[in-house]
């Protein structure tokens, strides 16, 4: 029971990990990222390219791999996504629009991986050693990932509670046009939010796949799952993603150990829906009026 309950919190702090960065993008840029997914597995796929070809510790690889999650990420909001963001004339045309392009953008990212590596499924053995926690086994490159994965969530929440920059990036996620009335530059702040996204699921790529096997056609499955935290917690809500992610990761780790790993999406999608009911704008969203 308690190596089940250990297993789910760390499985769910990575996926508030992931989760994150799209809430981000979308809370903020109001773009929903279907191509979310695909660089999170880029990200994965450079990570174990940096270790089996240069035999680049992947903890190092972190400070490569994400200002290049980052750099990619702006370099697409200024040329793919800012056109979209000036012909649409209210933010749910933009959400419509950004879902149609970046739907496209999934198959092209996901197209170039399945070129370079194929559709095999790929994983290294990074210190992979087992380590007693509580009288309880667990692996060490879990642990390491998980004790990232919190001091990376926080530094994003102190940041955008704590300075000034990350007040101007809430303004904007609560409402652009009033941002505009207090000399907020409304599109840097958007473009910066998509690509401090985009470093967010770099560094979530890099985690991953020290412990988890990976293949260039699994990034479904990732955007999958970080679309149900970021709804299940409330869109743009750091908070609710920790706790929407800690929830889906301790009912899967709890339903595989004692009932069975074959039901684990099944209970996944079961408690989606359960706190739509109760809850429709997520845990800790606002309603709209």
């Given at each position: 029971?308690t190596?089940?309950?250990?297993?789910g919190l760390?499985?769910?702090?990575?996926?508030?990990?992931?989760?994150?960065?799209?809430?981000?993008?979308?809370?903020v840029?109001?773009?929903?990222?279907?191509?979310?997914?695909?660089?999170?597995?880029?990200a994965?796929?450079?990570?174990?390219w940096?270790?089996?070809?240069?035999?680049?510790?992947?903890?190092?690889?972190?400070a490569?791999?994400?200002?290049?999650?980052?750099?990619?990420?702006?370099?697409?909001?200024?040329?793919?996504?800012?056109?979209?963001?000036?012909?649409?004339?209210?933010?749910?045309?933009?959400?419509?629009?950004?879902?149609?392009?970046?739907?496209?953008?999934?198959?092209?990212?996901?197209?170039?991986?399945?070129?370079?590596?194929?559709?095999?499924?790929?994983?290294?053995?990074?210190?992979?050693?087992?380590?007693?926690?509580?009288?309880?086994?667990?692996?060490?490159?879990?642990?390491?990932?998980?004790?990232?994965?919190?001091?990376?969530?926080?530094?994003?929440?102190l940041?955008?509670?704590?300075?000034?920059?990350?007040?101007?990036?809430?303004?904007?996620?609560?409402d652009?046009?009033?941002?505009?009335l207090?000399?907020?530059?409304v599109?840097?702040?958007s473009?910066?939010?998509?690509a401090?996204?985009?470093a967010?699921?770099?560094?979530?790529?890099?985690?991953?796949?020290?412990?988890?096997?990976?293949?260039?056609?699994?990034?479904?499955?990732?955007?999958?799952?970080a679309?149900?935290?970021?709804?299940?917690?409330?869109?743009?809500?750091?908070?609710?993603?920790?706790?929407?992610?800690?929830?889906?990761?301790?009912?899967?780790?709890?339903?595989?150990?004692?009932?069975?790993?074959?039901?684990?999406?099944?209970?996944?999608?079961?408690?989606?829906?359960?706190?739509?009911?109760?809850?429709?704008?997520?845990?800790?969203?606002?309603?709209?009026?």
């Amino acid at each position: 029971m308690t190596n089940a309950i250990f297993t789910g919190l760390m499985l769910g702090g990575m996926y508030a990990l992931i989760a994150m960065g799209l809430t981000l993008q979308y809370g903020v840029a109001r773009i929903m990222n279907l191509s979310y997914g695909e660089f999170l597995v880029a990200a994965s796929f450079a990570s174990y390219w940096l270790f089996t070809g240069w035999a680049l510790n992947p903890l190092l690889g972190l400070a490569i791999v994400v200002p290049i999650g980052f750099g990619v990420s702006i370099i697409l909001y200024r040329v793919l996504l800012m056109p979209l963001v000036r012909r649409a004339p209210t933010r749910d045309a933009l959400e419509v629009d950004s879902l149609l392009a970046t739907f496209g953008m999934m198959f092209i990212v996901q197209g170039i991986m399945l070129t370079m590596f194929g559709g095999a499924y790929f994983s290294y053995s990074f210190l992979s050693i087992p380590v007693t926690v509580f009288g309880e086994t667990l692996a060490l490159n879990r642990l390491i990932a998980f004790g990232l994965a919190v001091v990376f969530g926080l530094a994003l929440y102190l940041a955008l509670t704590r300075t000034r920059f990350g007040t101007a990036i809430r303004a904007v996620a609560v409402d652009p046009t009033a941002a505009r009335l207090v000399a907020i530059d409304v599109t840097s702040v958007s473009a910066f939010a998509f690509a401090l996204g985009g470093a967010m699921v770099a560094a979530a790529g890099v985690l991953v796949s020290m412990f988890l096997t990976f293949s260039a056609s699994s990034g479904v499955i990732f955007t999958m799952k970080a679309l149900m935290v970021v709804v299940m917690g409330g869109v743009g809500n750091l908070l609710g993603c920790l706790v929407a992610g800690l929830a889906l990761g301790l009912s899967e780790s709890l339903v595989a150990t004692f009932v069975d790993p074959g039901l684990t999406l099944a209970v996944n999608f079961a408690l989606f829906l359960g706190v739509l009911l109760v809850k429709p704008a997520g845990l800790f969203g606002r309603a709209q009026r």
